[in-house]
């Protein structure tokens, strides 16, 4: 995995972002925890389950109607199945070595 730091992405307030697999991290966040570097490979498994561009449609559009329904940025990114799913399980660095294929299902609630 390919980690990269950054001035201007993500934006402020957020620490990484997974780019088909790359983590982008903004500069003063760097180096990561192995707690967020676990969170961005649980969002890389979930990334190639929906074959990419899958991913990225669904996360915005969830993102977006969640927005809609509570109209709070930080909640609205909090409660995406793909965040619940990588914050439920991110301090567990074993989490991938059981965890089943299109796990984020569950957390679409
Ligand atoms: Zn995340």
């Known amino acids: 995995m390919k980690v990269i730091s950054s001035t201007f992405l993500p934006f402020k307030g957020f620490t ?18 192995r707690q967020t570097i676990n969170h961005e490979i649980i969002h890389s498994h979930q990334i190639k389950e929906l074959f990419f561009v899958g991913f990225y449609m669904w996360y915005l559009t969830e993102w977006f109607l969640r927005l809609i329904y509570c109209r709070n940025f930080k909640k609205a990114y909090k409660t995406i199945c793909f965040e619940k ?9 074993e989490y991938l070595r059981s965890r089943k294929r299109f796990a984020f299902l569950s957390y679409l609630k």
Request: with cysteine.
């Open 16 to 33: 990484a972002i997974n780019l088909f697999g790359i983590i982008v991290v903004r500069k003063e966040c760097f180096p990561l925890s």
């Open 85 to 93: 799913e990588a914050f439920s399980h991110d301090a567990n660095l």
